[in-house]
């Protein structure tokens, strides 16, 4: 957690230098005990639950692909795709006009995606705090938890 928070809600978390986070592009690292992951791709911060809604597989490793004008990550464990932006699940349908181009549809907002923030080469992550359940919360929990076999 922050020593020096400068955000006034007081619910962001220092989570480390910019130059050390760009340079590795992916940090697993635990906010107020959440899972996350951040991702440096392209100039840009995003954060995320690190496992994914599906069935809990690390998005650690997972390549990031533009779909439909949207960066996703690609979850290594059944190919998955995840906008980075809003923790959208994306799936895709076969086009009628033409197969080479298939349709890709939303099925909401299935990873919690968490704010991040830059101030003087400091990165910082603001829980996200949008109420209701996201489907990747489950991986957070002591029952999803105890399935992936992490504490
Ligand atoms: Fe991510 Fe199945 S666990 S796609």
Redesign the pocket.
Known sequence: MSEKDPFESGKSFLVGKKEELAESKRTSIMVADRFVVIIYHQGVFYAMDQ???????S?LDGDIEEIDNKLCIV??????KISLAEGEGLYKIPNSKDKDQPCWRSKGIKQRVHKVTEVDGNVYVTLSETPGWIDSDYYQSEKGRAELKIE
């Not at 979850?75 to 998955?80: F, L």
């Open positions: 496992h994914c809604y599906h069935a809990g597989g998005l979850c290594p464990k059944h190919k998955y």
